[in-house]
């Protein structure tokens, strides 16, 4: 098993920083884009933290560096510098092969499109992943998924035949399916309009609760972002207010 090599007392883990009860964990995060002479800090030293089963909303600015962080926390892109520890695990010490395995295994994306294979139905898009994976998808889970998000009766209907609203509940699905330990959702919301947005994150809440998972979700969208237990804000690649604040629901 990949992950062995990780799997030792917390305290010991990433030079003796302990990450209990921190299931993500940013230590002087920093990434910066050169492009031409123009170089951008988009991470300019962020540290973050995570507790586990906790809903965070990150807010800020077009260009504040909020997909940036969202990659960085799921081994999507490597920070120039700092520490990124997920459920134990250092994700700045991982090779590509073991990234990969951590992507597949420990987080569920959910982007603003759907991403979903227009060939194949609603239920062999939820599995795919899995089956790509090599591993037989739990039907019992996926039958739940289904009912949970609302999707049961469009299971064998292709994705041109449902709605923003449908497709993004079935990339919830997609995600959920491999029971990942942290959601990470990047504008979810940002091709549904107000009604669609609550009822999509108000489920992705409720799946995350009953499945005991961590969401993250970024977003433009105060209402949205006050759905969270916290809301944390960057600015300029900075966490601008700390630890956040909580949104008290
Ligand atoms: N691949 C890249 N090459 C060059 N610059 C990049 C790249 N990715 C991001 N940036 C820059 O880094 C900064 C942060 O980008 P990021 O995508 O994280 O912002 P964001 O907060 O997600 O914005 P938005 O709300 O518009 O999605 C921006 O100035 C952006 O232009
Ligand atoms: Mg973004």
Redesign the pocket.
């Known amino acids: 098993m990949i992950f062995q090599g990780y799997d030792i007392p917390s305290e010991q883990r990433n030079g003796g920083i302990a990450v209990e009860h921190a299931i993500v964990k940013t230590i002087s995060l920093k990434?910066q884009?050169?492009?031409g002479t123009q170089t951008?800090?988009?991470?300019d030293g962020v540290d973050f933290e995570v507790k586990e089963r906790e809903f965070v909303s990150i807010i800020?600015?077009?260009?504040?560096?909020?997909?940036?962080?969202?990659?960085m926390l799921g081994g999507l892109d490597k920070p120039d510098s700092g520490t990124v520890v997920v459920d134990g695990m250092n994700l700045s010490e991982m090779d590509e092969e073991e990234l990969a395995l951590f992507r597949r295994r420990k987080a569920g994306f959910v982007f603003q499109q759907y991403n979903l294979i227009p060939d194949l139905d609603v239920c062999d898009n939820i599995t795919f992943p899995l089956k790509l994976d090599g591993v037989r998808p739990d039907e019992g889970l996926v039958g739940e998924l289904l009912s949970s998000l609302h999707i049961a009766d469009k299971a064998q209907m292709f994705p041109a035949m449902l709605s923003g609203g449908e497709q993004q509940r079935v990339a919830i699905a997609r995600a959920l399916a491999a029971r990942p330990a942290i959601i990470l959702a990047?504008?979810p919301t940002g091709s549904l309009d107000t009604l669609a947005s609550h009822d999509v994150i108000g489920l992705l809440k409720v799946m995350a609760k009953k499945y005991q998972q961590t969401l993250i979700v970024?977003t433009?969208d105060l209402d949205i972002a006050q759905m969270a237990d916290r809301i944390v804000r960057?600015k300029d690649?900075k966490l601008w207010n700390g630890g956040g604040f909580y949104a008290g629901k």
């Open positions: 990434k884009y050169k492009t951008v800090a988009a991470l800020g600015k077009s260009g504040c560096g909020k997909s940036t962080l969202l990659h990047d504008e970024v433009h960057l690649g």
